[in-house]
Nanobody, 121 residues
Framework: QVQLVESGGDLVQAGGSLRLSCAAS????????MGWYRRAPGKQRELVAV???????NYADSVKGRFTISRDNAKNTLYLQMNSLKPEDTGVYYC???????????????WGQGTQVTVSS
């Protein structure tokens, strides 16, 4: 079984920083694209940032210049460095990854359980 487990969410004051991690475990053959999404209270889940297997990145306009997505392929781990946090960054942050499991023919999307980020003003 493949699992994604996020960590690093916390309560932080506006202007502060947090680093989220997402560790993939289980019978993994390979991981393609990975990304972070978030769901703010009362809103739909939205894309925050994505990173390809080769390291190409894309960010939502609202986080450009403040957030940095990265990955450690040797550790099957995804990161999100969040700086200059704003109250509107509050939400549950989810990790997503396209993973081909050992014995599987194709990669498919997996989601983590989410980690809460709360930014106070």
């Amino acid at each position: 079984q493949v699992q994604l487990v996020e960590s690093g969410g916390d309560l932080v004051q506006a202007g502060g920083s947090l680093r989220l991690s997402c560790a993939a475990s289980g019978s993994i053959f390979g991981i393609n694209g990975m990304g972070w999404y978030r769901r703010a209270p009362g809103k739909q889940r939205e894309l925050v940032a994505v990173i390809s297997s080769s390291g190409s990145t894309n960010y939502a306009d609202s986080v450009k210049g403040r957030f940095t997505i990265s990955r450690d392929n040797a550790k099957n781990t995804l990161y999100l460095q969040m700086n200059s946090l704003k109250p509107e960054d509050t939400g549950v942050y989810y990790c997503n990854a396209e993973i081909r499991s050992s014995g599987g023919l194709y990669a498919r999307p997996y989601w983590g359980q989410g980690t809460q980020v709360t930014v106070s003003s």
